[in-house]
């Protein structure tokens, strides 16, 4: 479950990764043109903190998430074509992207572009991401212009990627990002390996002045289901500051909650991950799963050995456990389920599997 974090050069993208993962790295400090930093981080959950109070486990252990922060990627010169390769391919391995949008003044580190303005700024990146993406299809439908009719085994395949890729270039030529490209199952695990940089989910970060701080998000039509302002600066300064100040800071300010912890979950959302969770007397841990994800590939998730001796789940809720108070309450209400291997695991399932191998 990783993101990689982009966005133009002086738009503030070491400053969001330093806010979210609490780290601070020095923009400077790469070991190599062009590699990313990399971080992971807990996904704010007030079940899990609910939950450890409830069952005073040993150890609590919440869902991750990892970042990327990515260099390079918009800048030649920071490293050159080799660095740009590298960058390119750190986001296709990720999950989702985050797109940092510079909205905030600084004389210090004034827009080398002379002005601020986020939506030219995100038509740019994802023109740049559309051409990173025709070159590998360009490069791709070349090669199977060639092949298709070779009598070879990979012959019908070949055929059948080909038809895809060419839907997938002209729509590229059109500005049309990938994940708009309709697909069959067929066609979609033919091309996933190439993991196109248009085709992953995004979330849209405009990186705001402390004086938008608690004024409306300037989102600048943007969705809102994916796009969020953030004030990275202040961000990363309350990251340093322990719980009682921090918390005292926000009050200052007006709002309820530091904008990293509702990034974190958009980040989680956007993936359309959802959270199960799992504790015996040692530990209570949260997993990350894909919805519509079954029991038995739940029980994957933890241990490979859960998943092949699986018998069966015993299924809480976490709204049943948090109104009754207890797992004995929660039996002797008829509300603790049995289900088996293609049972659809729901968002805060507490599941307890029975296993035998």
């Known amino acids: 479950m990783k993101l990689s974090i982009i966005g133009l050069p002086q738009s503030g993208v070491t400053t969001v990764f330093n806010a979210l993962t609490g780290r601070h790295e020095d923009p400077h400090a790469y070991a190599r043109p062009g590699e990313a930093h990399v971080a992971a981080v807990k996904v704010p959950d007030r079940r899990v903190d609910v939950l450890a ?80 993406d025709m070159a590998v299809i360009e490069k791709r439908v070349s090669r199977l212009r060639k092949d298709v009719n070779k009598p070879t085994p990979e012959r019908e395949q070949n055929k059948v990627e080909l038809a895809a890729l060419e839907r997938c270039l002209a729509a590229v030529e059109n500005g049309e990002h990938l994940d708009q490209v309709e697909l069959n199952a067929q066609e979609e ?87 199960f969770l799992t504790h015996n007397r040692d530990e209570l841990r949260a997993w990350a799963l894909e ?38 309450e929660v039996k002797a209400k008829g509300k603790e389920r049995l289900e088996g291997k293609e049972y659809v695991v729901q968002d805060g399932d507490v599941l307890q599997i029975r296993f035998n191998v």
């Not at 740009?84 to 989702?96: F, K, M, Y």
């Not at 190439?194 to 705001?208: A, D, E, P, Q, Y």
């Open 53 to 132: 109070e409830m069952l005073q486990p040993k150890k609590v252990t919440y869902a991750p998430v990892e970042y990327l922060e990515v260099p390079a990627l918009f800048s030649a010169s920071a490293g050159g074509a080799s660095a740009e390769g590298s960058a390119a391919a750190a986001v296709r391995d990720s999950d989702a992207v985050i797109k940092v949008l510079r909205a905030f003044d600084c004389g210090e580190a004034p827009n080398p572009r002379g002005s601020n303005d986020p939506v030219r700024d995100l038509r740019d990146i994802d023109d740049e991401l559309l051409t990173l």
């Open 291 to 328: 919805a519509g994800k079954t029991a038995v590939e739940a029980a994957e998730q933890i241990h490979s050995d859960i998943a092949r001796g699986f018998i069966r789940a015993e299924v809480v809720h976490f709204k049943d456990l948090e109104e009754l108070g207890s797992e004995r």
């Open 189 to 275: 695990k033919q091309l996933r390996g190439f993991r196109f940089l248009t085709g992953k989910s995004c979330i849209h970060v405009v990186n705001v002045n402390e004086s938008d701080i608690g004024s409306g998000d300037p989102l600048l039509g943007l969705p809102p289901e994916n796009s969020l302002a953030f004030c990275a600066k202040i961000e990363d300064e309350l990251t340093e500051l322990d719980e009682a100040d921090r918390a005292e800071f926000l009050a200052d300010l007006g709002i309820g909650e530091l904008a990293r912890d509702r990034l974190i979950r958009m980040s989680y959302d956007v993936l359309g991950l959802i959270t």
